[in-house]
């Protein structure tokens, strides 16, 4: 590679054994990567945290710190969890690629390592190293986003990570798959989003609105759904952010959808919004006990706004497992691979926001 070029990626190869690891440095290096090297795991995960590293080549036989621990411990980091990791490993070891797999490796390269096939893999996972890399920017522009709406109000300071905590433990208790969970803990976040045309002293007024301050209110789940259409990774957060204000009996918006037609994801996201409001302080009024909230939230369903059969589950489990919420949640929310999708399936997770005129009239009423 020429001094001025720039590099097609940035490499990490580790192996305890000098001339294997020349011989790959040197094939990478000629054919135009940059290349970090290392002889032990230590090593490794310091190069793989403090250096933009595209992919590393870790050999699984190691001493010290094997292979797999190594890949093991870059996929848990929030950090490292997204860098492909390929390892390396005897010819046809079978165990090796279970153990390998089981540790979040993304692929395998037999020993001796060829160079035709080390190129082609190198190239291809560099590739989708570059489309992670886009898709996370992205998605953190849009969570950025939606945490400076909910830092316009004070009131609401961690609703959006505790929504996202309480929907994917409901979700989890309802046997939900994966990519729900994935996109409650996303909803979570972000459902809200579409507030950011909602001018502050609507979003942020104590007493009821007026009916133009309504329409303006009421179109922020339409409005959500179109910032994050974009985003193919946020197709199924898309209907918890559209539906997430629909009721039961179709008085609620934008759709006026009724009873299942309303995604479960929604009416999950729903009912533990509507419940975190109601337990969190507000300029007009303390935060409610649990028992309070809940026998609010079962006055709206059989009113026929909320799901009933819900507002009873998560009940249930607020009581089972009051503190359920505060664990770390599991489902990724930048990013994810499908082994971190693997990992996560026996997990926890999050969530996020309130303050809806009719959050804010139920509970004022009480
Ligand atoms: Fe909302």
Redesign the pocket.
Known sequence: MSANRTPLGTILVADDNESARDMLEMMLRTHGYRVFSASDGPQALVLLQEQTIDLALIDVVMPGQSGFAVCRAAKDRPETRLTPIVLITGLGRVEDRIRGIEAGADDFLNKPVRKEELLARVKSLVRIKRFTDELESAETVVFTLAASIEAKDPYTEGHCDRLSRYSVALAERLGLSVEEHIALRRGGVV??IGKVVVPERVLLKPGPLDAHERELMEA??VIGERICAPLKSFRQVLPIIRW??ERQDGSGYPDHLKGDQIPLPARILQTVDIYDALTTDRPYRKALSSERAFAILHDEARRGWWDGALVNEFEKLLKESPEAWAEEPAVPLLGFSYSSIRRSRDCLTPSK?PR?AVITRSAKNV
């Open positions: 459902h809200d922020h789940p997430h204000h926001e809806e």
